[in-house]
C-alpha cells in the first residue's frame, strides 16, 4: 500500500516537472517591454496594449510589482480652537478682541468684510477690528506645522456715541496709544525754526550746568524709541498708509543735539533693534520698555559713557504673566481681563544701591514701593570711585535706574513730567554729568526743556 502511494507522488512530481520545461510555458522576459508610458501612481500601457495598475512608489521601492518599506507622513494636527476672552469697543466702529490660543499662532480675523492676519504674543492675543454696524467677528489660529482651527465668535456691537479711549491694536498683538503714530509716521516732524530751538535749548543747558556746577559738566541727552519704532513691522495698512517718513523728528532731534558742543546724545534705536531675539524688549499691553529691554539700553548707555555694564549672566530673568499695566486701563478693559507674559530681572549680585530691593518683583507692574518712584528726589550711592549724576527721568527710568545707578558715587534722581533740569540741585550736587532719558513720543518737550 505505501509502495502504490509513493509510486503516484513520484509520477505526479516528474509530470509537473515535464510541463515546466515545455515550449507552451513562457517567462518574463520573453513579453516583457519597457512601459511606454509610466506615471508614479496611476496606469502603465505595456507593448502588447495591455493597461495595469502601477503600484505607488512614494517614499518607497518596487521589487516584482510589490512596494516595500514604504513610508507615508500623516495628516497634519488640527489647531485648537483659540478661545476669545472678551471685546472691547475702543471709538465708534473700532474695537479689539482678546483671548488666547496656542502658542505663537498667526490668527485669521474677519468681521463684514474687514479682515487682518495677526499674530499671537505668546498664548495671549489682542487684535484689531474695525466695522461699520454690529457683526459677528470670527477668529481662527494656526500654529506652527499645523492645520488651522475651527472658527470661533464673538458679536461686536456698533455704538455710534461710543467714546474714543484713545488706543488701537496692531497686528501684534500690541496696544498702543494712537498720539504715537506720528512718531512712526513722520506727521509731527519738527519745522526748520523747531530744530534751531532744540539746539538753542540744549546750548543753554551746556552753559548753565557749567555755570552752577563751577566746571564742566557732560550734559547726556538718551532718547528711547517707542515700540513701534522697534517692532514696524506690525503696524496695520492703515498705519503705513500714514507714513510720510519713517521717525522724522527722532532724526532732528539726534541731529539737533549732536550738533552742540559739551552734548552727549545716546540714540538706543541700535541697541533695541539688535537684541530683538532675546526675548520681550517691550511690553504688548503697556507702553514701556520692559526690564529686560531695559538692560540692553544699559548697556549701550554704558558703553557710550566709557563705562562697562554688568554681563546679563549677573541677572536671573524670569517671565511672568501680568495684567496690571496702563493700556488694560486706557483701553477700558480693566485689570484681570487681558494678560501678557513679560520678563522681569533680578539681581545675582548684592546690590549697591536699594532701587532692585525696594521694588516689588510681583505680577503687578505698576506696584513700586520705594520713594524713588513717588516723585521725590532721590539720592543714592554705588561704585565709591564712580562719578557723581544728576539724572532727570520719566517713566522709562522706572525700569532703567535699578542698573545704571550701581556705577556712580553719587546718583541723584530727579522725576520730571516738563524736563527741565532743577539748578539748584546741579549747585548742591556739582555732577560730573548731567543726564536726561525721554521717551521718543515726548521729543516735544525738548522745545521747551532747559
Known amino acids: 500500500m505505501r509502495k502504490s502511494i509513493f509510486a503516484a507522488v513520484l509520477a505526479a512530481v516528474l509530470t509537473l516537472c515535464s510541463c515546466a520545461s515545455g515550449s507552451d510555458v513562457t517567462t518574463p522576459a520573453d513579453t516583457y517591454e519597457?512601459?511606454?508610458?509610466?506615471?508614479?501612481?496611476?496606469?502603465?500601457?505595456?507593448a502588447t496594449g495591455e493597461t495595469t495598475q502601477t503600484p505607488d512608489t512614494t517614499d518607497g521601492t518596487v521589487t516584482d510589482g510589490?512596494?516595500?518599506?514604504?513610508?507615508?507622513?500623516?495628516?497634519?494636527?488640527?489647531?485648537?480652537?483659540?478661545?476669545?476672552?472678551?471685546?472691547?469697543?475702543?471709538?465708534?466702529?473700532?474695537?479689539?478682541?482678546?483671548?488666547?490660543?496656542?502658542?505663537?499662532?498667526?490668527?485669521?480675523?474677519?468681521?463684514?468684510?474687514?479682515?487682518?492676519?495677526?499674530?499671537?504674543?505668546?498664548?495671549?492675543?489682542a487684535v484689531p477690528v474695525t466695522y461699520s454696524r454690529s457683526v459677528n467677528v470670527t477668529i481662527s489660529a494656526a500654529a506652527e506645522g499645523k492645520n488651522r482651527s475651527e472658527e470661533v465668535s464673538a458679536l461686536l456691537k456698533y455704538k455710534k456715541n461710543a467714546g474714543d479711549t484713545g488706543v488701537t491694536a496692531?497686528?501684534?498683538?500690541?496696544?498702543?496709544?494712537?498720539?504715537?503714530?506720528p512718531d512712526m509716521t513722520g506727521e509731527n516732524a519738527f519745522d526748520g525754526d523747531e530744530e534751531e530751538t532744540v539746539a538753542k535749548a540744549a546750548a543753554y543747558r551746556v552753559r548753565k550746568t557749567a555755570e552752577k556746577?563751577?566746571?564742566?559738566?557732560?550734559?547726556?541727552?538718551?532718547?528711547?524709541?517707542?515700540?513701534?519704532?522697534?517692532?514696524p513691522e506690525e503696524l496695520t495698512d492703515d498705519m503705513k498708509a500714514g507714513i510720510i517718513k519713517k521717525n522724522a523728528r527722532f532724526d532732528q532731534a539726534v541731529a539737533a543735539?549732536?550738533?552742540?558742543?559739551?552734548?552727549?546724545v545716546i540714540d538706543l534705536r541700535g541697541a533695541m533693534r539688535q537684541n530683538l531675539e532675546k526675548g520681550k524688549l517691550y511690553y504688548k499691553l503697556d507702553s514701556h520698555w520692559t526690564e529686560l529691554g531695559a538692560y540692553y539700553g544699559y548697556g549701550e548707555i554704558m558703553t557710550s559713557l566709557g563705562m562697562t555694564a554688568r554681563p546679563l549672566s549677573d541677572f536671573d530673568v524670569k517671565y511672568i504673566d501680568i495684567d496690571d499695566t496702563d493700556m488694560n486701563v486706557y483701553s477700558g478693559v480693566g485689570t484681570g481681563e487681558m494678560y501678557e507674559s513679560a520678563p522681569f530681572v533680578s539681581p545675582r549680585f548684592e546690590p549697591l544701591c536699594p532701587?532692585?530691593?525696594?521694588?516689588?518683583?510681583?505680577?503687578?507692574?505698576?506696584?513700586?514701593?520705594?520713594?524713588?518712584?513717588?516723585?521725590?528726589?532721590?539720592?543714592?550711592?554705588?561704585?565709591?570711585?564712580?562719578?557723581?549724576a544728576l539724572m532727570l527721568f520719566d517713566s522709562y527710568g522706572f525700569n532703567l535706574i535699578p542698573f545704571i545707578a550701581e556705577h556712580f558715587g553719587t546718583f541723584v534722581t530727579q522725576p520730571v513730567w516738563h524736563y527741565n533740569v532743577d539748578y539748584s540741585l546741579v549747585k548742591k550736587y556739582k555732577p560730573d554729568y548731567v543726564i536726561e532719558l525721554l521717551a521718543e513720543r515726548d521729543l516735544g518737550e525738548l522745545l521747551s526743556s532747559t
Do not use: M
Open 257 to 264: 543735539l549732536g550738533s552742540v558742543e559739551g552734548v552727549t
Open 355 to 388: 532701587y532692585f530691593l525696594t521694588k516689588e518683583k510681583t505680577a503687578r507692574f505698576w506696584s513700586f514701593a520705594n520713594s524713588f518712584f513717588t516723585g521725590k528726589t532721590s539720592v543714592e550711592h554705588g561704585d565709591p570711585d564712580g562719578p557723581t
Open 213 to 231: 556746577a563751577e566746571k564742566d559738566v557732560k550734559v547726556v541727552y538718551i532718547i528711547v524709541p517707542d515700540p513701534l519704532t522697534v517692532y
Open 34 to 46: 519597457p512601459a511606454d508610458t509610466v506615471t508614479e501612481t496611476g496606469t502603465q500601457t505595456t
Open 170 to 181: 496692531t497686528l501684534g498683538s500690541r496696544v498702543v496709544e494712537k498720539k504715537v503714530l
Open 66 to 125: 510589490t512596494v516595500t518599506d514604504r513610508q507615508t507622513e500623516p495628516p497634519a494636527e488640527r489647531t485648537d480652537a483659540p478661545e476669545i476672552k472678551g471685546t472691547v469697543v475702543t471709538a465708534p466702529g473700532e474695537a479689539i478682541v482678546y483671548g488666547t490660543c496656542e502658542n505663537d499662532c498667526e490668527l485669521y480675523v474677519s468681521a463684514n468684510g474687514y479682515s487682518c492676519t495677526a499674530r499671537s504674543d505668546g498664548v495671549y492675543f
